[in-house]
């Protein structure tokens, strides 16, 4: 029996009624975006509605979510699964009382475990389930297999692009790998684009427009729209500060749109896509089938 099989049979042994986290993978088909300033300003954002929320921060080498909120983790995931640290132990607290949990290399490394491992992950994960509302995952740009494994993995993704016509070309070049991954189901996962650093609403919704036209007719893809961020020196002054716009200047239009998105998000999942996405759990047992073909 392989790895994917054993860590799924783990998972259908757990009959006890358990709480799960909403997981959503933000992603970009090219980096510098603002793919993690909206990562972690929706963080912020739901939480201030009462959320708990997590961010695993899945951007190997680069820890922008790190750098964005001024911390330095001191463990991260491979820490709980090779060197016996407890979970509550890895989760940095940020603004707001969000968790971030730094994956480094630690995702790359739960390919390769026995069974005892498999059944700690498993653990592992229903405890994250268990303590968050959201667990919003912030994954690498591009398509590397990495951040493939991880959307395929996903049933909820927000998709980062700007109105410059290189970061539309290279959204949709992510959405065209996808589409052509034998891994991937169309009605498993439910895309949401964001137009970021927008001069209105309107050149985000034309944005949208442009990609989902090509995409529906060449990929038959569905996607929907999430809203715009516009561009505004607010945001370049929180940067500098180290800090983001939702807590630097919480009235800025940036701040105000992402607010806006994370109302949009709360409340516009039906009951029956929350149970469908089964947790970060689910997600993880995912990951390891698609690794293991």
């Known amino acids: 029996m392989d790895q994917a099989q054993q860590l799924r049979n783990i998972i259908k042994q757990q009959n006890m009624q358990r709480h799960l986290a909403r997981v959503i993978t933000v992603t970009s088909g ?3 975006v ?6 972690v300003n929706l963080a912020l954002q739901l939480a201030r509605k009462g959320k708990r929320v997590i961010i695993l921060d899945a951007d190997f080498g680069l820890a922008n979510v790190e750098i964005m909120l001024g911390i330095r ?11 016996g640290r407890d979970i509550k132990e890895i989760i940095s607290t940020g603004p707001e009382n969000i968790g971030i949990i ?30 968050a509302d959201f667990i919003i995952i912030d994954t690498g740009a591009g398509i590397s297999s990495n951040v493939m494994e991880m959307i395929l993995s996903s049933t909820e993704v927000i998709l980062v692009a700007t109105p410059e ?13 996808l589409r052509r991954h034998p891994d991937y189901k169309t009605d498993s996962l439910k895309i949401h684009v964001v137009g970021n650093r927008t001069q209105n609403n309107n050149e985000g919704r034309e944005l949208f427009e442009k990609l989902s036209s ?8 569905d996607m929907e729209y999430l809203g715009a961020i516009p561009f505004d020196n607010f945001l370049q002054k929180a940067v500098m500060r180290q800090q ?12 105000k749109a992402l607010c806006h998105m994370a109302e949009v998000i709360e409340k516009g999942q039906k009951v029956e896509e929350i149970k469908r996405s089964n947790g970060i759990s689910s997600l993880f047992s995912r990951m390891f089938h698609n690794y293991g073909r």
């Open 30 to 32: 090219k980096g510098g």
């Open 73 to 83: 983790p001191k463990y991260n995931l491979a820490d709980v699964m090779f060197r």
């Open 214 to 221: 090509v995409v529906e007719k060449f990929l038959d893809m």
């Open 102 to 131: 730094s994956g480094g290399s630690g995702i790359k490394e739960l390919t390769n475990i026995g069974s005892d491992q498999m059944q700690l992950l498993v653990n592992v994960m229903y405890e994250l389930d268990a303590i």
């Open 34 to 39: 603002g793919k993690s300033n909206v990562s």
């Open 244 to 255: 983001p716009v939702s807590v630097a200047f919480p009235n800025a239009p940036s701040a």
């Open 165 to 177: 016509p290189t970061s539309i070309t290279d959204a949709y070049a992510l959405l065209k790998t």
